[in-house]
């Protein structure tokens, strides 16, 4: 069990560009969060997988926002076009080990983004 | 929809004292979990104590207990003998099964040596 990994740890990018951000879970976890953290706040929930299916999307979160799991593994957070609002921490998080009696929500180390 | 309030932005205690941090939300079900997360700069969010809505008997994690009243809908976090490295933001979350985690805004908390 090496955790939740995220990658890459800093991203600098110029207002308009396209961004990815992947997130490898916990190897048995079948549940994969996207989260959004501005600096002084909460984090704030964008979407979450169960397996490769997404079952929750927040409507919050713009088109500009595309997020995959294509074998129930890893996840990728795509950012179109982005615009300097879009400056954040993003975390990546995992949970499910057989049952809800075990519910744990594991963090990775969080992607930061800075839109120039 | 579910919300999670954390009414003390900023706390401070005298390291080895107790300090209670606040927590209270909103929720129509009966069957849930709540959690504490603590946050230090490195912004590692790393779990603290866990809570199952069904279970009357308070969380206690070393020197982290909760004192969670669930017709108050209140889930209150104290720490014991307080030390440096308790510094930090904190986080309540909310969690119904199936659902996603709902977090509160956070308290920061500083450790005086």
């Known amino acids: 069990d090496t955790g939740v990994s995220q990658d890459p740890r800093h991203k600098i990018t110029k207002r308009g560009q396209n961004v990815t951000f992947r997130c490898d879970p916990i190897s048995e976890h079948n549940r994969l969060y996207w989260y959004r953290q501005t600096l002084g706040q909460g984090p704030e929930f964008l979407t979450y997988f169960q397996n490769e299916a997404q079952l929750e999307k927040s409507r919050l979160l713009s088109d500009r926002f595309s997020a995959e799991r294509p074998k129930g593994s890893f996840s990728t957070l795509e950012i179109q076009r982005t615009e300097q609002g879009d400056s954040a921490m993003y975390l990546c998080?995992?949970?499910?080990?057989?049952?809800?009696?075990?519910?744990?929500?594991?963090f990775g180390s969080g992607t930061q983004l800075s839109v120039l | 929809a579910q919300t999670v309030t954390q009414s003390q932005p900023e706390m401070s205690v005298q390291e080895a004292e107790t300090v209670t941090l606040s927590c209270t939300y909103d929720t129509s079900e009966s069957d849930y979990y709540l959690f504490w997360y603590k946050q230090p700069p490195s912004r590692q969010m790393i779990l603290v104590i866990r809570q199952e809505a069904y279970k009357q008997q308070n969380a206690t994690e070393n020197r982290f207990s909760v004192n969670f009243q669930k017709a108050a809908k209140s889930f209150s976090l104290k720490i014991s003998d307080s030390q440096l490295g308790d510094a930090a933001m904190y986080f309540c979350?909310?969690?119904?099964?199936?659902?996603?985690?709902?977090f509160g805004p956070g308290t920061r908390l500083s450790v005086l040596p």
């Open positions: 998080a995992s949970s499910g080990q057989g049952g809800h009696l075990n519910e744990k929500l594991f």
């Open positions: 979350a909310y969690l119904n099964y199936g659902q996603n985690f709902v």
